[in-house]
């Protein structure tokens, strides 16, 4: 779709760096990531679990072998390799009524995951569960964690509705205390954290936000008993006589717009910076073809290493098994990169070529949206002026088709976002909208210090709180270990492959070198192991920030990839291994295959081993 129209306008690279830069320039704000407000206070009601009533139980006071903070992907796995190691008492605490994390919350109509199902899944080997779609639908996904569940036993020793409100170190006993909000307090020989990095929901703070009279809520807490529907899609049949407003167009808006606007009497959807929204192209799975790919034993981590292998650079296999977008921008990529020239490139001509290929795409996707969207001024609004992992890509096929539907009105802010929420509507533009209810599609913290995110600090040997550990950014080595607090373990992004069009890979990544070492340590009688400090600083000292990345990053519209625009601070979401991805995870493969798991010290309650 390259018929160049959408870029009429704007053409040659240097008017294309002007337009990025001058609509960069409008979204800069002094206050960055303070601009949001937190769900505390009078708008805590908000973060109600709508999907799952509490029940009341006793305070826990026992012993578990493993404590586990979050029953999402990190969770799950880990649990579920920890079980397969032999390790039975396993205990997962989470907020959430059930398991499943991002997809026990994000229940909104229309939610998916962009990621294709084969490597998007995990353990789909080991449950021998076929998706039914290439891009798998959020409540398929939840129930393949449930399926997790079940088949690794992880509900038996787990405290759902549970938030974790301290985790110390007990020298003398060399053990994990663990308490909560429940009044639970029991030890744990190791603690492991899976908090994720996407879970505490943010509203926009725009004056006036707490007058509003009508209905509201964010969209990780979905509310079907004001809207009707379910998660599956059913129409909303009470939006029949409402007006509501979307605040926010990003990856979520793009899901739930559509639904929104096939159900409710008028739509009017605040948009301050629009997505750059590519094909979807979903179908279902064909099982003959489902059962060819999966016949080899191995098959999912082949696809795993081939999809990693395709998206890092200097890497590129000759075959792309997942082919979808985020393999099309890389491809393109590695078109221009190895295109005939007289030398070796350079790194500005490295820079150029990955801009070149941004361009393309970036006017394709524009163009996408003059085809689609009938009324000239509202395609307009709707293209994304900036590259396109400047913000979360998005692919959707009904997205952009719902701005033709008489009832769905596009509110184009200019990059300055919503003015006021008053007791009748929303402001924008000087115009107030009066509306029954605001559907707050405004994201989730990130880049705040990650024990704010957490919800409790943790203190490890010596009364270190991790807070202050980590008071100068995270520290650790691959991201998991950290010295000074023995035993646990950090099932995250950062610091490892970081690899993010995936974020499922780096977790079940992790969880095999928890499992690993926690069965090392079985076997060889040890029950304290902690990190060296000197292999700590080493494994930061390499976790060079990628040069084209920081580059890039620099030039984009703020949002949360940039820190809202800033500088990247210590609790930026990039930062991983120097040489890539797909380097870690050979990296990390031949560390755990060696047994001797260089960097971490091994002992016996009180004698330093190993
Ligand atoms: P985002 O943080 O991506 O989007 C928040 C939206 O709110 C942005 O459009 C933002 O605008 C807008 N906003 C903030 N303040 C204001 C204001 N004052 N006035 C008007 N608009 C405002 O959150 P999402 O929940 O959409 O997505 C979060 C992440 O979750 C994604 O980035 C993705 O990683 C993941 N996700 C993945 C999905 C998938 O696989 N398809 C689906 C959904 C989510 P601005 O851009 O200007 O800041």
Known sequence: MTDGRADAAVSGHDALRQRYARERGKRLRPDGNDQYTRLTGAFAAMLTDPYSERVEREPVRDHVTVAFVGGGFAGLVTAARLKQAGIRDVRIIEKAGGLGGTWYWNRYPGAQCDTAAMIYMPLLEETGYMPSELYAHAPEILGHCERIGRQYALHDHALFHTQVTGVDWDASRCLWVVRTDRGDQFTARYVGLGTGPLHVPKLPGIPGIGTFRGHAFHTSRWDYAYTGGDPAGAPMERLADKTVAVIGTGATAVQCVPHLAASARALYVFQRTPSSVDERGNRPMNP???????????????????????????????????????????????????????????????????????????????????????????????????????????????????????????????????????????????????????????????????????????????????????????????????????????????????????????????????????????????????????????????????????????????????????????????????????????????????????????????????
């Open 288 to 610: 003959a073809w489902f059962s060819a790919v999966t016949a080899t034993p191995g098959w999912q981590d082949r696809w795993l290493e081939n999809f990693v292998a395709n998206m890092s650079a200097g890497e590129w296999p000759a075959d792309d098994l997942v082919h979808d977008g985020w393999t099309d921008l890389a491809r393109r990529i590695r078109g221009r990169l190895s295109a005939p020239r007289s030398g070796p490139a350079d790194f500005a001509e490295l820079l150029a070529d990955f801009e070149n290929a941004d361009f393309e795409k970036m006017s394709e996707i524009r163009a996408r949206v003059d085809a689609v969207v009938a009324d000239s001024t509202t395609a307009e609004h709707l293209k994304a002026w900036y590259r396109q992992l400047c913000k979360r890509p998005c692919f959707h096929d009904e997205y952009l088709d719902a701005y033709n539907l008489p009832n769905v009105h596009l509110v184009d802010t200019d990059g300055k976002g919503v003015a006021q929420v008053t007791p009748e509507g929303v402001v924008a533009g000087g115009l107030e909208y009066p509306v029954d209810c605001i559907v707050y599609a405004s994201g989730f913290e990130v880049g705040t210090e990650p024990t704010r995110r957490a919800g409790f600090d943790m203190t490890g040997r010596d009364g270190v709180l991790l807070s202050e550990y980590w008071s100068g950014g995270m520290r650790s080595m691959h991201g998991v270990h950290v010295h000074g607090f023995p035993n646990a373990f950090f099932v995250q992004l950062g610091q490892g492959a970081n690899f993010l069009p995936n974020v499922p890979h780096n977790l079940t990544d992790a969880a095999k070198s928890v499992a690993v070492v926690v069965s090392h340590m079985t076997r060889s009688g040890y029950n304290v192991v902690d990190l060296a400090r000197e292999a700590e600083d080493a494994w930061i000292e390499q976790l060079q920030p990628n040069p084209v990345m920081t580059s890039f990053l620099a030039d984009c519209t703020p949002g949360y990839y940039n820190n809202e625009g800033r500088d990247p601070g210590p609790n930026s979401v990039f930062g991983g291994y120097s040489k890539g991805p797909a380097a870690y995870f050979r990296y990390i493969e031949a560390w755990r295959r060696t047994g001797r798991f260089d960097g971490l010290v091994f002992s016996r309650t009180g004698s330093a081993a190993g």
